[in-house]
């Protein structure tokens, strides 16, 4: 077996769900998961701290995508069309392309309290990314807080659908149909 | 010692919020608890769980207060004037009076990882809760979603700013102040 494997960290996230699903969250070992992968325990740590983190490790690119998308955005659009514009990088780069690891990641969850759990610490830790991303744009902190929630529902109740529907509709339509529905809501 | 203990509940929740700020929750111990609030660990476990629940027992109210507020409404209303009709209902039994335990909650919440995630939890639950009364309203899935995760952000950002000026503006007031903000903030 060469040193570096192509695509090591996609295998593994493959194999470790794959039996995460098939003899559960509990059950199932690192080296289980290597040899499903063909690769070492090593390279396994190399990519993650534990096995709860293959869930959830891609989740941690969120805080520096959404800075980007907020501080680049022109000066004049208000918050939520801060999010309106970003859309489609956010689509792109979280979540197209990844319908099945996504999919698979639900069912998992739902199987387990600690990682329902981690999985709300992590959406905390998201709300929280959006709220400094737009107090460092000058926004004030209440209005910060609650945009960052406001964005966290059209995100979460999209992706949702769009896992649901396993993928029929592309995600950022869902995601501009859903915000115009939460402004219907909020409007009413 | 006589068998019934008056406000013993409450004697119970102020004893433990004491220690747990003076000495920590990891090494609170319930007969601590018991001991400081002149109270048996017997009558501890008539009302609480374990020490954990002290801090969120509360909560497990907030369904059924949900779910009358909202079935009480007038059909007329859009859910979200549903949630604004209830406001002084929601404040009065959820939060008014209990500005102490609630500032002592956070304090402890944020100093355990643990609890953070327990209120995580609860949070969720109650968005839960929030959704299925207004399905049980023949609102669609989405929408009920959608409005659970709009009036818990009203409500979770003034409950924070109710705590962090002490109770200096009635939180019905602060509620209504938020709701409009969002509201605001979605249109814009």
Same mark, same amino acid.
């Given at each position: 077996m060469s040193r570096w494997q192509p695509n090591a960290r996609e295998r593994l996230e493959s194999a470790a769900l794959e039996l995460f699903i098939e003899q559960g969250f509990a059950a199932t070992t690192v080296p289980q998961i290597t040899a499903h992968a063909g690769l070492t325990t090593r390279t396994f740590f190399r990519h993650f701290v =534990?096995?709860? @983190?293959? !869930?959830? %490790? %891609?989740? =941690? @690119?969120f805080p520096a995508l959404v800075s980007q998308i907020v501080s680049q955005a022109? $000066? $004049? !659009?208000s918050p939520v069309a801060v999010f309106e514009a970003g859309i489609d990088a956010l689509a792109a780069e979280m979540f197209e392309g990844r319908l099945e690891f996504l999919r698979a990641r639900h069912m998992v969850v739902r199987s387990d309290e600690g990682l329902a759990e981690r999985e709300l610490s992590k959406r905390a830790a998201m709300a929280d990314a959006i709220t400094r991303a737009y107090l460092d744009r000058g926004v004030d902190q209440v209005t910060a807080a609650l945009t960052a929630q406001f964005t966290m529902a059209v995100v979460g109740v999209s992706v949702g659908r769009w896992i649901g529907e396993n993928g029929a509709t592309p995600l950022p339509h869902i995601m501009r149909e859903t915000l115009q529905l939460l402004r219907a809501i909020a409007a009413d």
């Open positions: =534990d096995k709860r @983190e293959v !869930l959830f %490790a %891609a989740d =941690d @690119e022109p $000066s $004049s !659009l």
